[in-house]
């Protein structure tokens, strides 16, 4: 009898965001989640078009957030910076992301990690019940929001523990438009893009 050697799947989180810009909020979630659920990487999705967010603010254009987790990933074994949804255009639904995914590696076990805020948005996500079909949802504190998650339709979800550090992309957009520093708060590579490429400046309040 042929024994055929069972592979097991790569596991690899998809942990989806604006990133308008990439702090260390975003940074300490990926990198305890990959170490708590020893995952082999992480990748920091791009949004291309957060849909949900489009007619609240400025957004600035994907290429540049991918530049900017780009700049904050280089380096950082295990965490990449996700382009599949920038390369597919249009409104980004992690759904979409999820299917792309699967059928582009067959032994793939995908892990939609969120933080408390998107959590508790999650039904409104487009077809959010084939997210939870094609992964296993994490959570992670984020400070100042009350969690609300419902059970997921599967029952299966995971909470990862992580240091609570009070940063959000609102407060650093508003910071270097009233000439405030993002020091510490950004990698020294994202905020040398953010400088280069002249993002945020002069937006008025609550770009
Ligand atoms: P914005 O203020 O523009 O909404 P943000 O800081 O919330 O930006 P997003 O790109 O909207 O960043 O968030 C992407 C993901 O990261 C979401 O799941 C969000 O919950 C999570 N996240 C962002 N900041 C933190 C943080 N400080 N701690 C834990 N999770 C976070
Ligand atoms: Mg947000």
Known sequence: MMSVQA????????FGGTFDPPHLGHLV??????????????????????????????????????????????????????????????????????????????????????????????????????????STLVVVDRPGVESALPDPANGHWHRVEIPHLEVSSSDLRDRVNDGRPLDFLVTPPVLAEIEARGMYRNRGASA
């Open 29 to 134: 979630v990926a990198i305890n989640v990959l170490h708590e659920l020893q995952l082999d990487e992480v990748l920091l999705m791009v949004a291309n078009d957060p849909w949900q967010k489009q007619g609240t603010r400025e957004i600035s254009p994907a290429t540049d957030r991918l530049a900017l987790v780009e700049a904050a990933v280089n380096g950082i074994s295990g965490l990449t910076a996700g382009s599949v949804e920038v390369e597919l255009g249009g409104p980004s639904y992690t759904a979409n992301t999820l299917e792309y995914l699967h059928a582009k590696e067959e032994l793939l076990e995908i892990f939609t990690i969120v933080g408390a805020d998107a959590a508790n948005g999650l039904l409104t996500w487009n077809r959010h019940e084939r997210v939870s079909e094609l």
């Open 7 to 14: 592979k097991s799947p790569r596991r690899v989180g998809v």
